[in-house]
């Protein structure tokens, strides 16, 4: 059989698979060679892919209250509650709850019936757990949320530095691009800020293991370091506000707050300086704290007081962690945003996008964040929820009483691929969707690479796109405009409904797509206004901040409350968030195979922990029991534990049951990275 062009359904890097069926159910995964975002390259989890399609066990009919039932039953049961909910407790009783597993297409449908049709904003996503403080960063300081970067750009650069991100394990074929371009320009540099000493800094030339969450002052100091050195570019500056207010916030961050010895931090300092071709790639690192978007913007104050951002090596890059983070950000699919790049607090932006939908009644204010919807939940406002695609009852922030909310709604409906994730046992009605490799449609990487996810398995049982259900839901609930029989149809409304942004003057403009063979598509860049220039941001040189400026931001850097110990969260090398599809590839468990805590040798000594032992971690929130791991590569005080385990798989391991509710102000994003716990022997 001919092999199928589509995209690996995890990390943010985007890499194109040949896919081939060989005929008895089952994949043979090649990485593509003219996918331009791996080349052929693909890490352990994308090469395991063809290990994890099996039907075995999967989610094949809907159910009604553990019971199989028809689809129509569900869908209509479905469309009535949230009916009743609406008509008797208003449209902000009801929400969607979705994911960056998501297509572009199945977030589409769920934003426009949530911010169109039902007149309320209660959209929310797990991206809002992993990228909402860097749109919050990108929007305060460009008017807009767009990543400045190409992946070229961490191969051109003479300097990358990775801040709070495991690039080696998180986007393994980014980090083997990098390495590439370093072996074949030995003049580059890489740098690594990590508080512990991950397998990135195994490759790195210089390592700063910051005191944790100190970034923002370190990028504080390096903007004084800049100004006082006078790096500053005098060329660039015209094109950005803000510089005076940004140094004057700047100065009150010390050397002594990184906790680098003060040779290491003038080493970096001096390096970042004196290099022109500087990328700075961060990640969950930054992103996932209660001050994440000071940080994120600390970073860009830096690049913007230099100019390094919008030239070929050069600018400050977030790298997604899901397949489709960004797609999802592109439709507007979160409670703050609206459609491609359009504000919903803008009366004209509502009136544009109502008018292309002929919505009947357009949300007019932001809805819940993640954290506040759970609440939401617990506390009765909301009454009915739609969860698509993930599994908050693991991954969510106080992960144990998000599953009593829940649990106790009441109306939840779950769509997913199978039965038996903790969210999914929750369910009152579960509906069968199609997973990776029976899905349809697009996704959008971290560089803003828009291609194919396609289909090259049929669905099993009675299993349905996620756009199917949301349509059809949207239809028994008295709705026009959900009429689509195909993606291709969705894709060509949302790149039309781009080119009313575009109008408007939103950057994301695809509208040129919306008569493209979607058969045939191949990876596409945008802005596509700029695809003559390789996509490349600032082309018109201008912002999109209504001075046509970006705008430098004043940082008031902090770190977390200090506490004996102060867990660190992260990822592991061969899983994917809860593993549900990565936990069914044999080879990939073998790597690191029950929930653990790397502590240092001076923590466990001094707490009696022996190699190998059981620890029990107790936060105000929950407990944990996890193996131990006694390293140096964490710092005293700082133990780490990965994010992975869920009920099913290691009910004593969930850690995001440890994390507290804390959220940054601005993006609403919590501070997942970081939890004050309480360990002893178990
Ligand atoms: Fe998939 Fe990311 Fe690995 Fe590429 S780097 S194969 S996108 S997990």
């Not at 998000?402 to 903790?422: G, L």
């Not at 596409?524 to 206004?529: E, G, K, V």
């Amino acid at each position: 059989m001919n092999p199928v062009r589509t995209t690996c359904p995890y990390c943010g890097v985007g890499c194109g698979v040949l896919a081939t069926p060989d005929g008895q159910g089952g994949l043979t995964i090649k990485g593509d060679p003219v996918h331009p975002a791996n080349r052929g390259r693909l890490c352990v989890k994308g090469a395991a892919l063809g290990e994890t399609v099996s039907t075995q066990g999967r989610l094949l009919t809907p159910r009604i209250h553990g019971t199989d039932a028809p689809w129509t039953q569900a869908l209509d049961l479905i469309a009535d509650r949230f009916t009743d909910a609406i008509a008797q407790h208003g449209a902000d009783s009801v929400a969607l709850y979705v994911s960056g597993q998501l297509l572009t297409e199945d977030y589409y449908v769920a934003n426009k019936l949530m911010k169109g049709f039902i007149g309320s904003a209660n959209i929310d996503t797990n991206s809002r757990l992993c990228m909402a403080s860097s749109v919050a960063g990108h929007r305060r300081a460009f008017g807009t949320d767009t990543v400045p970067g190409l992946y070229e750009d961490l191969e051109l650069a003479d300097l990358v530095v990775l801040t709070g991100s495991n690039l080696a394990w998180c986007h393994p074929v980014l980090h083997q691009r990098l390495l590439a371009a370093r072996a074949a320009r030995p003049q580059m540099k890489i740098v690594v800020i990590d508080p512990r000493r991950t397998a990135t800094c195994e490759d790195a030339d210089l390592h700063l293991p910051l005191a944790p969450g100190a970034d923002g002052h370190l990028f504080n100091l390096l903007l004084c370091h800049l100004h006082d050195t006078a790096r500053t570019s005098a060329t660039f500056l015209p094109h950005v506000t803000g510089l005076d207010a940004a140094l004057t916030a700047a100065r009150a961050s010390r050397p002594e707050d990184t906790g680098l010895a003060p040779d290491l931090l003038q080493q970096f300092l001096d390096l970042w300086a004196a290099t022109d071709k500087t990328v700075t790639v961060y990640s969950q690192g930054i992103n996932q704290s209660d001050s994440g978007t000071d940080k994120v913007n600390a970073i860009l104050n830096c690049h913007l007081a230099t100019g390094r951002i919008g030239r070929p090596g050069t600018g400050p890059f977030s790298v997604t962690g899901q397949p489709n983070a960004m797609g999802g950000r592109e439709v507007g699919g979160l409670a703050n945003m609206l459609a491609c790049h359009l504000e919903l607090e803008n009366p004209a932006h509502r009136a544009a996008v109502g008018a292309f939908w002929n919505a009947p009644r357009m949300a007019t204010s932001p809805g819940l964040k993640a954290v506040d919807m759970f609440r939401a939940v617990e506390d009765g406002r909301i009454k009915a929820l739609w969860i698509i695609h993930t599994n908050p009852a693991v991954t969510m922030p106080e992960a144990d009483r998000v599953a009593r909310a829940i649990a106790n709604c009441d109306f939840t409906v779950v769509s997913e691929t199978w039965p038996d994730t903790d969210t999914a046992r929750l369910a009152k009605v579960l509906l069968p969707s199609t997973a990776w490799g029976e899905k349809d449609g697009t996704v959008t990487n971290s560089e803003r690479l828009i291609s194919r996810q396609r289909a090259a398995l049929p669905p099993p049982g009675e299993a349905r796109p996620d756009w199917w259900q949301l349509a059809q839901v949207a239809r028994r609930m008295g709705f026009t405009g959900f009429d689509w029989t195909t993606p291709t149809q969705i894709f060509a409304e949302h790149a039309a409904l781009s080119g009313v942004a575009g109008a408007l003057g939103s950057d994301f403009d695809i509208s040129d797509l919306a008569t493209a063979d979607y058969e045939t598509l191949t990876p596409t860049l945008w802005p596509q206004n700029h695809r003559q220039k390789g996509g490349r941001f600032f082309a018109t040189g201008r912002f999109h901040t209504p001075s046509g400026r970006a705008r430098m931001i004043p940082v008031s850097a902090r770190v977390a409350d200090s506490a004996p110990f102060r867990l660190n969260t992260g990822r592991i090398r061969d899983q994917w968030h809860t593993m549900t599809r990565t936990g069914l590839a044999p080879r990939l468990n073998q790597h690191l195979a029950e929930p653990f805590l790397e502590i240092h040798p001076e923590d466990a000594l001094r707490l009696g922990l022996a190699p190998a032992s059981l620890a029990e971690v107790t936060s105000e929130n929950g407990t944990a029991i996890l193996r131990t791991l006694i390293t140096p590569k964490v710092q005293p005080g700082h133990p780490f534990a990965p994010i992975h385990w869920t009920g099913e798989t290691a009910p004593s391991g969930r850690i995001d049951a440890l994390i507290p509710g804390l959220t940054d102000p601005v993006s609403g994003q919590p501070a997942s990275k970081s939890a004050a716990v309480a360990i002893r022997p178990f």
